[in-house]
């Protein structure tokens, strides 16, 4: 909130008594899964089942996992695809890549049974 409040700040001041910020509508919180949580180890030898390279990393965009982390629940950001190309106008993926990230799921959620 200090940053938002920093640029309420700056952005009333531009034309003051004109210019109202309001609060933000949405807060998104950081997380923070460790590494050695059950979930995170398990998606990751999923992934490194396929052949593919696991990275476990920190991303810097909102996410709704976040709201989980926050009540406690262990929570990873894992999709298909290119966080590259997501919310854009040109949005698209691979339908094998869908496949793929099912099966790695689903491989997640068995080795819990």
Do not use: C
Request: no cysteine; glycine share 8%.
């Amino acid at each position: 909130m200090a940053v938002w409040a920093a640029y309420r700040d700056r952005l009333e001041g531009f034309a003051p008594g004109a210019v109202a910020v309001g609060e933000p509508s949405v807060v998104d919180y950081a997380m923070a899964t460790d590494p050695a949580e059950p979930v995170v180890r398990r998606l990751e030898e999923a992934v490194r089942r396929t052949g593919r390279p696991a990275e476990v990393r920190g991303v810097n965009y909102g996410t709704d996992a976040s709201k989980l982390a926050r009540a406690g629940i262990p929570a990873v950001v894992f999709g298909p695809g290119s966080i590259s190309q997501a919310h854009s106008a040109d949005e698209w993926i691979e339908l094998r890549q869908v496949d793929e990230a099912a099966a790695i799921l689903a491989a997640t959620i068995r080795a819990f049974a």
